[in-house]
């Protein structure tokens, strides 16, 4: 095998499939807003808000960043995808509250 012939983000697709059905699980919970306000609403809510965390830093920390042109690939898919889903935590957070 020739050195640096690998694929050098082999998570990154799979974390940006996690992280869109988690941001889709987050914009359910957004739109019910108040009206899903049981125990179970609270758990959807934290636990996809974990999980968009623990997938976003499980590709940093498993496959670190080679060079310029990853980093770019990254900040242009998963750190929007990860944003958009704090963004909408924050929103349900605020609609219950």
């Given at each position: ?16 499939g996690t992280l ?65 889903n704090v963004l ?10």
């Amino acid at each position: 095998m020739i050195l640096g012939s690998g694929n050098p983000t082999p998570y990154d697709l799979p974390a940006i499939g996690t992280l869109v059905l988690l941001g889709l699980i987050l914009l359910t919970g957004t739109l019910l807003g108040p009206r899903w306000t049981s125990d179970a609403a609270t758990l959807t809510r934290w636990s996809a808000a974990i999980l968009s965390l623990l997938a976003f830093s499980l590709v940093h920390v498993l496959t670190p960043t080679p060079n310029g042109f990853v980093g770019a690939g990254r900040m242009i898919t998963l750190w929007p995808a990860f944003g958009i889903n704090v963004l909408l935590f924050a929103i349900w957070t605020w609609r219950v509250s």
